[in-house]
Each structure stands twice: as structure tokens, then as C-alpha cells.
């Protein structure tokens, strides 16, 4: 018995790990518009980051799906490549995942008319992704599903809850209008694999302002949806679940002052939510993510201002989301005018236990040519994060 007991204390005396961070442009800062990154560890151990590249999706049709592969032992990422790209029509809001049967999914949306309510969900999916490069798709399709419930629980949700919010009111009308309740719906955070393999993609939409989860049980051969998570503002979803069973949605606050990052939470393994709430996280109108840790931690990767992107901040939570005991600033910056932006990320946590993460950084202070825009990455390990200070 001695054995194990002087391994025990040999592990006891080891110094804890420095903390650190490092940060790094995927690619250099340029004037074409870079936004709206996800990023993936693959089973080898690279890293693939990918986002949208284009002049601009509201007026140009020129934006395509890009990415880069960090490769597993390297320090600086690959030369960019293409992902996807719908001749003619913006893609957009790239989100990828390695679900448990260790299949790469990409979705996105492709905007049909140049605004977001018009969108088309469209996902891949690879089993050939290791090399260098970008993955080999075997499967291309759009993603069809009718809306669960969507006219009467909109109708529902709005006299309920939402009976003097005129915004929400108005969408009743629309909520039954076929074309409208089935289009528009987009990715902007990680799907969510549940114990049974269901798997939970978080949608949401501009038409409407509010979300809805897609929902399959069968790996992606047929799909359905939660009913809608009606609310003035509640978009871009990300979800984490509790030990007992409970699924926790953040939201970008797409509503009125004062912002808050909104709350919902179901449980039914995601078919209906309640009424978004509040949280104590102030929230710009810009997109967040939480990522479920080894050990059961969670991490919340977002804007913590009410106003503007310049500041980004990472908050860790040991009792699934009730308090945030930690917080520490990834980037602030107080010194240029205008300022830069630091916006649209994403976060995971790799198998050696590091957090890795991407983000949109828009150098807003250029004066020559307009903002010079990049994809950031950024590692760090949790020592940092509980470091004191911000």
C-alpha cells in the first residue's frame, strides 16, 4: 500500500501550473470583413477555426465560409482555405462540431436576399477531415424542418408573458405566415450533444427576435424543433446542461436597455423553455458562448458591457451557472479612439485541459482604408482565469 500513498504525495509536492495566455491573429488584420468564428479540437488534436470572409453580407454576394487548421505541436496556423461558398449569395455564421461518433458538422446559413430573415440553414458533414487543409465533405443538405407548434406557441407565449411588449405582439401575425416561421433560422454557437445522442442545435432569428432549437435524434436524418423561445430580444443561443438533466440557454440581448445577458431553461431534453429572464452579465447586443468543462465547470465567453465590443471577458462558474466566482478580461481596449472590437466568440476547452479560443477583432482605429479586420485566437489555462485581477 505504500506505493500508491508516496505516488499521492509525490503528486501533492508538484508546483501548480504558471498561468498564462497567449493571443495570436489567425491571419493577418485586412479590410475584408472577417466575422463570426467557431472553433473545433479534431480527434488528431488540430485545431480548425472557420468564419465568414466577404466584402459584407448585408449588401454584397461575395462572402464565403473560410477557415484554418492549427496543427497538433505547431504555433502558428495554416494558410486559410475554403470551407464553403454558394456562388452568388452570402454564407454566413459558420458553426463546427465532432458530435460522439466522431463526425465533423458545419452549418450555416445562406442568405437568399440579402438580409438575415431570409435565410436558408444549410449543414455537411465529414468523417475525412485529418489531413491538412480543409475537410472532405460526404453529405450536403439543407436543413428543412417544420417549427413544433410555432403560430399557437408564439400566440401563447405572447399574450402570456409579453401581452404590452408591442414587438412581440406584432409577431403573432407573422409567426403564422408559413414562409416566415420556416425561414431565417441560423447557427451562431456549438450544437449540444445529450447523453441519448440527441443532438441540440441552437437557432435564431432576425425576422422574429427570438430562438428555437433544432433537434434531431437519428444523427441528422430526420429533424424537428423545440417549440419557439418567444421573448423581445433572446438570440444566438448557447446552451449547457446540468447534472441533473437541465439545459441552461444564454442569449444575446436583442431588446431595449438596459441589456442583460437573457436565461431560459427546459426540462425536456430541449422541447420547450421558459420565459427568458435576466442575468446579471451586462450584454452589448453581441454574441456569446458557454462551454461545459471537464469536472463540470462552465465557462461564459462574452462582451461585459452595455454598450460597444471592446471589452471581452471570460467568467467561471463551479455551481452550473447559479454564481460566477471568477472573471477576467481576454481583451480591453482603453486607449484607442475609436476603439477596437472584440466580438462574435467562441470557446472550448481542449483534452489537455487549456482553454482555446476565437474571436472576430476588428482594429476599428485604422484611419487609412477603413477598420482592418482579423479572426484572434487565444489559449489559456484555468490558472490564469482564477488569477486575481482583471
Known amino acids: 500500500m505504500r506505493l500508491p500513498l508516496l505516488a499521492l504525495s509525490l503528486a501533492c509536492a508538484l508546483p501548480a501550473a504558471e498561468p498564462f495566455i497567449e493571443k495570436q491573429n489567425i491571419f493577418p488584420p485586412e479590410h475584408w470583413h472577417n466575422h463570426s468564428s467557431s472553433v473545433v479540437e479534431l480527434p488528431n488534436g488540430d485545431l480548425l477555426a472557420v468564419w465568414y470572409n466577404g466584402s459584407g453580407e448585408r449588401t454584397a454576394d461575395d462572402v ?21 461558398d454558394t456562388p452568388g449569395f452570402p454564407d454566413c455564421n459558420p458553426i463546427v462540431f465532432v458530435d460522439s461518433k466522431q463526425r465533423l458538422w458545419l452549418f450555416w446559413p445562406v442568405i437568399i436576399a440579402n438580409e438575415w430573415h431570409t435565410a436558408l440553414l444549410k449543414y455537411r458533414l465529414s468523417t475525412n477531415y485529418s489531413r491538412p487543409g480543409p475537410p472532405v465533405w460526404q453529405e450536403k443538405e439543407a436543413w428543412l424542418a417544420i417549427p413544433r407548434d410555432f403560430a399557437a406557441s408564439v400566440k401563447r ?6 401581452a404590452a411588449d408591442p414587438h412581440v405582439m406584432s409577431m403573432i401575425p407573422k409567426a403564422a405566415d408559413k414562409y416566415f416561421a420556416r425561414m431565417g433560422w441560423m447557427p451562431r454557437a456549438r450544437p449540444t450533444e445529450l447523453p441519448s445522442g440527441r443532438l441540440l442545435v441552437p437557432l435564431y432569428s432576425d425576422g422574429f427576435d427570438f430562438s428555437l432549437i433544432a433537434i434531431t435524434d437519428d444523427g441528422g436524418a430526420t429533424w424537428t ?49 421558459s420565459k427568458p429572464y435576466d442575468t ?16 463540470g465547470a462552465w465557462a461564459l465567453l462574452y462582451n461585459d458591457l452595455e454598450r460597444d465590443r471592446w471589452s471581452l471577458a471570460l467568467s467561471l462558474s463551479d455551481d452550473e451557472g447559479r454564481t460566477w466566482k471568477w472573471t477576467r478580461h481576454v481583451e480591453r481596449d482603453e486607449q484607442n479612439q475609436p476603439r477596437s472590437s472584440f466580438h462574435y466568440p467562441s470557446i472550448l476547452q481542449a483534452r489537455d485541459g487549456t482553454l482555446q479560443l476565437t474571436y472576430s477583432y476588428f482594429q476599428n482605429h485604422i484611419p487609412a482604408g477603413g477598420p482592418r479586420k482579423t479572426i484572434r485566437h487565444a489559449h489559456l489555462n484555468l490558472e490564469w482565469l482564477k488569477a486575481a485581477g482583471n
Open 64 to 84: 464565403k465560409i473560410e477557415g484554418s487548421r492549427l496543427r497538433k505541436g505547431q504555433k502558428t496556423w495554416d494558410p486559410r482555405f475554403l470551407i464553403a
Open 157 to 162: 407565449q405572447a399574450e402570456s408573458g409579453f
Open 225 to 273: 424543433t423545440s417549440e419557439p423561445i418567444v421573448g423581445n430580444g433572446p438570440v444566438q443561443p448557447t446552451i449547457a446542461r446540468r447534472r441533473d438533466g437541465t439545459l441552461v440557454a444564454y442569449f444575446r440581448d436583442n431588446g431595449p436597455p438596459p441589456k442583460r445577458i437573457l436565461a431560459s431553461e427546459s426540462r425536456d431534453n430541449g422541447l420547450t423553455w
Open 280 to 295: 446579471e452579465f451586462p450584454n452589448p447586443g453581441a454574441g456569446i458562448e458557454v462551454h461545459v468543462l471537464a469536472g
